[in-house]
Each structure stands twice: as C-alpha cells, then as structure tokens.
C-alpha cells in the first residue's frame, strides 16, 4: 500500500465521523439538551 492511499485511508473515516460528531452535538445544543454533550465524554 503506498502513503497516499494510506493517508486516504485514515483521513476519510477521520472525516466523516467529525462531520457526524459535529452535526450530533449541534443537534443536542439547537435542542436544548446538554445530556448528548455529556454523553461523549
């Protein structure tokens, strides 16, 4: 496997899943409910 399609590897999943942690903790602000926050940590 080269570095390139190494990196891709890494980076995509990295990616994608910020994008869902990002879009699951705004949901829990815009709802008012601070227990999803409390919920990752």
């Known amino acids: 496997m080269n570095k ?3 990196a ?3 980076l995509i999943p990295a ?3 910020l994008g ?3 879009l699951y ?3 829990g ?3 008012g409910a601070p ?6 940590f």
């Open 15 to 17: 990616f994608l899943a």
């Open 8 to 10: 891709l590897a890494i």
């Open 25 to 27: 903790m705004s949901y």
């Open 20 to 22: 869902l942690l990002t």
């Open 35 to 40: 227990h999803f926050v409390y919920t990752l």
């Open 4 to 6: 390139r399609n190494a």
């Open 29 to 31: 602000i815009s709802e």
